[in-house]
């Protein structure tokens, strides 16, 4: 008989406690009628009316979502590339400089990616005249950047746990490298490319440092938004737009999880279906 | 090229060699192979056989000497180029692919019509009997017809030679023999040449015309499986394919056909069949098969019978192993049929017993190398 | 004809391979290395009034040291270091404590049970991380009905004289510390999680078999073998810990600044970009063995490197 773990049970508990109450706290306080973020005044959802009627929220958000659809597809093309190179291409000359170049971007703090991006399209505007002023082009350029890595993580990993032998059998069938990509190798590790896209899109919608340095006057992201508005404190309407974030958020985490779940299943249904009345 | 009245072989493997940085995978193989026939390339893992059956494919460059096939050399011809393919062990279907398109995969780099190319689809389907699947996913089906979908895949281009990587490796026991017939029968309608590799000596024993044993990246020995098994040509082919008791042994005479052996471990002299090249106080190996050998508990004399006491016996039903202490210690294994049904009360060989066994002077084996 | 056909050969032998492996090198190099590089240099360059505010050369050192000299001398930048270290560290322990049982927690619940707490684990790390701060910026406060239970309860606890009106949190090393767990907790959990549940549940039952108790089995099985999943975790937390810049602005103490506070800083108000690179080059240095470490254990953590 196996004991339960109870301990680890409580921790568990605990762990999620903690993970949640935060949240919630913050969604129970969005309806708070009070001026005081964290002091309780009566219901109302005031800071959900004074959320959609600021056109500054709604500007911020547009260019956040441009610059994450934009940067999120060019760096899960780059980001691909990287990682197909990486898994596939064996020892290239300028391998250990080009993997060291990969996973630098990941350990690098982001305030020095910031700064450095910064300083770099400082002068590239001063000695080269583009581009003329920061903002949409530079971000989106500093969130390519660092989230292209991501996607090459995920992307060579996948690769390098596929099973070879299905790429060399495209090849053994007589098509060339090339169309091999095309026909099998792309296929086969779409889901990593899709999963890679999903993360840089989440990086950039929820980067705040990068964004911060790189950007100029007039481009407000909806996290630079935020921040400008936290580092003066608690504010009621924040709350609303947490608590609108955390349900958006939740409902496509959890519609995904559900469908993929029940891709799963079927599959496993039909492979057990195939064993027992095919053999 | 020596012209004689047989046609050339299909492939010629000469001296190809290859090397993973120091380590040797393939050392100097050479061998050919005729049109038609099934030939089975038989090893322990790391032998180099499959090392052998990638450059055939040309997956690996070789690091020295040449593969022709159909007289064409294959150096530096790129896998797609190559009149080959392969079924790899994994099977390696594609995944996001129904079963149809993964046979007709290979056939869009043919000149063909589609009608043309759904055709023979149609027709490699039927030949495996899975025309029924056709829409199916790989996932959607057993490991069996799994492995008949990557039979023809390889199949469907008509290649001038067909590639096994360990075919049967992933299926269980009862499929393996059905498949093996499977697999001899379509290689006979089809009359495609067929390079099997697998680590299953009983395997390659069943569906090759020939065997190449292989060892440590060498090829040990080639030949037909009974010429394999009979006439071994080396302690480790002997020990390979089946099993075999070797004892160290001094050539004592040479008479024509026979030689006559001292044999310590058995106690005494052995004649057995000559060999070429031995010569008289030379130290050589002497090996017999277990199933050559005959026991019996009545005395008996003549060539080639010695006294011993059965140490172990293990009963099978049809047969039976026994081990016999032979009076220098050494251990003898015989396999016997249990022939005769043994009556009531009669005493069948037994643990402790004392033993005779005998065998003829043309079983025994012996070995120089 | 002719020459598209011979382009087309030239993309199927090379050219598209050339391509795959250009676009992002390239990429890199430009928007990655060379800024990286312009960091480096300009930690010896010297601190003009122009605009861009700085030189080299001319009535300034060709090469400027001042920066990393003040580094070693002001005792602010030692502080910063020795802060960010300390925080992180403490972070990465607490984040151990915690997520260890928790990964391990989740290796013994039922799959389908197992799936959706997963999934809970991973829906705060794609929610804002600036609104996970937030949250804690309003339970932290003075009245917060989180803050107020800690008070009550404190005052319940101790003497008279030692009852306070509320628990000051806020704008301290203990905030910046507790934040740090709460928005790096799901880094060190998942890969520790993927660790443990690779590992093979019929050595447990082995060693219990032999005579191990639960506790030992635990200590003497499950443990030795998550290590490569403790290191690559605890690295997940402790690099972007001791570089992190919007949790100490947002709750952290600005007497004792951590240091990718100092960096920033230095660079947006002081506009002190040499002194801002310095510290950020000495920075990274520091990071440079953590980092190996993680490379070399995350690998093994998920098993990659299993001979196959």
């Not at chain 1, 990941?106 to 581009?131: C, D, H, K, Q, R």
């Not at chain 2, 251990?331 to 043994?342: F, M």
């Not at chain 3, 997520?99 to 927690?105: C, H, K, Q, V």
Request: glycine fraction near 8%; charged fraction near 15%; hydrophobic fraction near 50%.
């Amino acid at each position: 008989m196996r004991r339960r773990p109870t301990f680890l049970i409580t921790m568990l508990c605990f762990g999620f406690a903690f993970f949640y109450i935060p949240i919630l706290s913050m969604i129970v306080f969005s309806f708070n009628n009070s001026r005081l973020a964290t002091v309780w005044g009566g219901f109302s959802t005031k800071w959900y009316g004074s959320l959609f009627s600021n056109a500054q929220v709604g500007r911020a958000l547009v260019l956040s979502l441009e610059i994450a659809l934009l940067s999120a597809t060019i760096a899960t093309i780059l980001g691909t590339m990287a990682g197909i190179a990486l898994a596939r291409f064996g020892r290239f000359r300028g391998r250990t400089a080009f993997s060291g170049l990969v996973t630098a971007p990941l350990i690098m703090p982001e305030v020095i990616t910031g700064i450095s991006s910064l300083i770099f399209f400082i002068l590239l505007a001063n000695y080269v005249g583009w581009p003329a002023s920061r903002g949409f082009t530079t971000i989106t350029l500093a969130h390519i950047t660092f989230s292209m890595v991501f996607v090459t993580t995920v992307v060579q990993s996948r690769m390098l746990s596929a099973d070879r032998a299905i790429e060399e059998a495209a090849m053994d069938l007589g098509s060339r490298p090339w169309q091999v990509m095309v026909d099998v190798t792309l296929p086969v590790i779409s889901p990593a490319i899709l999963s890679g896209w999903l993360l840089a899109f989440t990086i950039s919608m929820d980067d705040v440092v990068i964004s911060n340095f790189t950007t100029g006057p007039g481009a407000t992201t909806l996290p630079i938004l935020i921040w400008s508005k936290v580092k003066l404190g608690v504010t009621p309407d924040i709350n609303a737009l947490a608590t609108l974030t955390v349900v958006t958020v939740g409902i496509c985490v959890f519609t995904a999880g559900w469908l993929l779940n029940r891709a799963e299943k079927r599959r496993e249904l039909e492979r057990r279906l195939a064993y027992q009345i095919n053999e | 090229m020596p012209k004689d009245a047989a046609p050339p072989p299909l492939i010629r493997v000469e001296n190809v060699s290859k090397s993973f940085g120091t380590f040797q995978a393939v050392k100097n193989v050479s061998l050919t192979i005729d049109k038609g026939e099934i030939f089975a390339l038989l090893g322990g893992s790391g032998c180099g056989k499959t090392t052998l059956l990638r450059m055939l494919a040309g997956f690996e460059e070789t690091t020295g000497g040449k593969i022709f096939i159909d007289g064409q050399d294959m150096t530096g011809v790129p896998p797609w180029e190559r009149p080959v393919h392969m079924m790899f062990q994994s099977y390696a279907l594609f995944p996001h692919m129904t079963v149809e398109k993964n046979v007709g995969y290979g056939l869009k780099h043919e000149p063909m019509t589609a009608a043309q190319r759904q055709d023979r689809v149609r027709e490699m389907l039927d030949l495996v009997q899975l025309t029924p699947f056709a829409t199916r996913k790989p996932h959607q089906i057993s490991g069996g017809q799994r492995q008949r979908v990557a039979l023809a895949r390889a199949l469907a281009r008509q290649p001038k030679l067909l590639l096994l990587d360990e075919p049967l490796a992933a299926l269980d026991k009862k499929l393996r023999e059905h498949t093996q017939f499977e697999l001899m029968s379509i290689q006979e309608r089809t009359g495609v040449t067929f390079i099997v590799v697998t680590h299953d000596q009983e395997e390659a024993m069943t569906l090759a015309d020939r065997i190449a044993v292989m060892d440590r990246g060498e090829v040990k020995q080639i030949g037909p499986p009974g010429d394999v098994y009979e006439f071994p040509n080396s302690r480790f082919v002997a020990g390979f394919i089946g099993s075999i008791t070797a004892l160290e042994a001094v050539v004592e005479a040479i008479d024509g056909v026979r030689t006559r052996l001292a044999v310590p471990a058995l106690g005494g002299p052995v004649q057995a069949r000559s060999v070429a090249g031995l010569s008289v106080g030379q130290t050589v190996t002497v090996a017999i098969r277990p199933e050559k050998l005959a026991i019996s508990r009545a005395p008996q004399t003549g060539d080639n019978v010695f006294e011993g006491e059965v140490k172990d016996l293990a009963y099978f039903g049809k047969d039976s192993l026994y081990r016999i202490t032979m009076p220098s210690g050494a251990l003898i294994s015989v396999h016997a049929v249990n022939a005769r049904r043994s009556a009531e009360g009669e005493r069948v060989v037994d643990w402790y017993d004392k033993v005779w066994l005998s065998f003829d002077p043309t079983s025994a084996i012996i070995l120089t190398a | 004809m002719a020459s598209e056909s011979r382009l087309y050969r030239w993309f199927n032998r090379r050219g598209w391979s050339d391509i795959v492996l250009a676009a992002p090198y390239v990429w890199l190099l430009v928007f990655f290395l060379i800024p990286f590089l312009i960091v480096v240099g300009m930690s010896v360059a010297t601190r003009t009034p122009t605009a861009p505010p700085f030189g080299y050369g001319g009535e300034n050192p060709l090469l400027n040291f001042e920066g990393y000299h003040r580094l070693f001398t002001d005792d602010l930048y030692i502080r910063a270091f020795v802060t960010s270290l300390v925080n992180a560290a403490v972070a990465m322990v607490l984040c151990l404590a915690i997520g260890y049982p928790m990964a391990l927690g989740l290796t013994k619940v039922d799959t389908g049970w197992r799936n959706i707490l997963l999934m809970l684990v991973i829906l705060p790390f794609w929610t804002s991380f600036l609104l996970r701060v937030y949250a804690w910026m309003g339970l932290m406060g003075k009245n917060s009905w989180f803050n107020n239970l800690l008070t009550g309860g404190w005052n319940w606890l101790v003497p008279q004289d030692w009852a306070v009106t509320s628990i000051p949190m806020m704008y301290s090393n203990f905030a910046v510390v507790l934040v740090m767990v709460y928005t790096y907790l799901p880094f060190m959990i998942l890969p520790l999680y993927a660790n443990l549940e690779r590992l093979d549940p019929t050595l447990d039952e082995a060693a219990m078999d032999l005579g191990t108790k639960p506790f030992g089995v635990f200590w003497d099985v499950t443990l030795p073998q998550s290590i490569p999943g403790i290191i690559a975790g605890g690295m997940l937390v402790f690099i972007p810990a001791a570089g992190e810049l919007v949790i100490p602005t947002l709750v952290g103490d600005a007497s004792s600044p951590m240091i990718g506070r100092v960096i920033s800083d230095e660079f947006s108000q002081a506009r002190d970009w040499p002194m801002a690179s310095a510290v950020a080059v000495v920075l990274l240095v520091l990071m440079v063995g953590p980092t190996m470490l993680y490379s070399h254990y995350q690998a093994r953590a998920v098993g990659a490197d299993d001979p196959k």
